[in-house]
């Protein structure tokens, strides 16, 4: 069964850091990768994906990347902002309808 | 641009009732899901539909029941609400092939007493 896993579950940074968030699973064998920003109160908004044949994704400030032999995925954010404080969740495909979600990094940003 | 919508938004529910959680999308996406999130715990697939006319079950699926009666609707129903059914429910859709990335509504906050 595939294990999703997101460390740290809270992180707290001051405004400009660059940062780097992590996501670990256990099984390789996936389709593709997935982060989302959850806002509180909000539905998941996608941010970036990565098919199993890549190694990064980048959009704006963001940059993922993936190594499935190791069963990682890092999501990194550059200078961060205030409006960057959310939850960020990874979630990786399995199979057609077998998307297993990670619990999720509480970012806040400090001005 | 609505996207994902879920009605209603709150709910509180004695144990025992039913009520039906609804999930519309204007995207013409063939895909559409019911997941749970609860504290401590990634979403969790309840059901999933890959098109009007069928359903399937996810990972949770027990205590719940759907309906896609129409592409752009997708139906939750909990026929005799439990307490365990608290929950924050989220609808998302897709496009094919899988692997597309899903679209969220906002939620729906189900408590259960």
């Known amino acids: 069964k595939q294990e999703v896993t997101q460390i740290p579950a809270a992180l707290s940074v001051p405004e400009g850091e660059n940062l780097v968030l992590n996501c670990s699973f256990t099984?390789?064998?996936?389709?593709?990768l997935q982060w989302f920003r959850q806002d509180p109160g909000k539905g998941l908004t996608s941010l970036l994906l990565i098919q199993s044949s890549q190694r990064e994704q980048t959009s704006g400030r963001l940059n993922a990347s993936l190594d499935k032999s190791s069963g990682r995925s890092t999501l990194y954010i550059a200078a961060s902002q205030p409006g960057d404080s959310a939850t960020y969740l990874c979630a990786v495909r399995g199979g057609y309808q077998k998307v297993t979600f990670g619990t999720g990094t509480k970012l806040q940003v400090i001005p | 641009n609505a996207g994902v919508t879920q009605t209603p938004k709150f709910r509180v529910l004695k144990t025992g009732q039913s009520m039906t959680l609804l999930c519309a999308q204007d995207m013409n996406h063939e895909y559409m899901y019911w997941y749970r999130q609860d504290p401590g715990m990634g979403l969790r697939l309840i059901h999933y539909?890959?098109?009007?006319?069928?359903?399937a079950k996810g990972e949770v699926p027990d205590g719940y029941n759907v309906s896609r009666l129409k592409k752009q609707n997708f139906l939750l129903g909990l026929e005799s609400a439990a307490p365990s059914q608290t929950s924050v429910y989220f609808c998302a859709s897709s496009s094919p092939p899988w692997g597309q990335p899903q679209h969220f509504g906002d939620g729906t906050r189900l408590s259960i007493l």
């Open positions: 539909s890959v098109g009007e006319g069928t359903t």
């Open positions: 099984d390789s064998a996936i389709y593709n």
